[in-house]
C-alpha cells in the first residue's frame, strides 16, 4: 500500500522559517521525482518545487525560487521543503506528489499525500 504521509506543518510567524517533510513507503521512492503542491484557501493546487530522482535536478515556482528548497533523502524514503522569510500568503495545505515513473520533469502523478498546513501569521 502506497503512502506518502507530510508532516511539520504549522503556525509560524511572517518572516520565519520551517521544514515540512515527506515520508514515503510502499513503492521504490527511488525511482520517482517527487514534487511539492500547496493549496490556498479558495484558490486551486499550484506547483511549488519538484527534484529528480537522484536529487540532481530541482525546479521551482517563480514565486518561491528564492525562498524555498527541495531535498530529498532516498535511504530515509524522504523528501523535505525548506521555507524561509514565510509570508502570509505562503498559507496553504502543502502536499507531496510521486511523478510519474521514468519521467523529468514529471509529466504527471501517481501518488499524493494528505497534505499539512502551513500557517503564517503578520
Known amino acids: 500500500q502506497v503512502q506518502l504521509v507530510e508532516s511539520g506543518g504549522g503556525l509560524v510567524q511572517a518572516g520565519g522559517s520551517l521544514r515540512v517533510s515527506c515520508v514515503a513507503s510502499?513503492?521504490?521512492?527511488?525511482?520517482?521525482?517527487m514534487s511539492w503542491f500547496r493549496q490556498a484557501p479558495g484558490k486551486e493546487r499550484e506547483f511549488v518545487a519538484t527534484?529528480?530522482?537522484?536529487?540532481?535536478?530541482?525546479r521551482y515556482a517563480d514565486s518561491v525560487k528564492e525562498r524555498f528548497t527541495i531535498s530529498r533523502d532516498n535511504a530515509k524514503n524522504t523528501v523535505f521543503l525548506q521555507i524561509s522569510s514565510l509570508k502570509p500568503e505562503d498559507t496553504a495545505v502543502y502536499y507531496c506528489?510521486?511523478?510519474?515513473?521514468?519521467?523529468?520533469?514529471?509529466?504527471?502523478?501517481?501518488?499524493w499525500g494528505q497534505g499539512t498546513q502551513v500557517t503564517v501569521s503578520s
Open positions: 506528489a510521486a511523478g510519474r515513473r521514468g519521467y523529468w520533469p514529471p509529466l504527471g502523478y501517481d501518488y
Open positions: 510502499g513503492y521504490t521512492f527511488s525511482n520517482y521525482a
Open positions: 527534484i529528480s530522482w537522484d536529487g540532481g535536478s530541482t
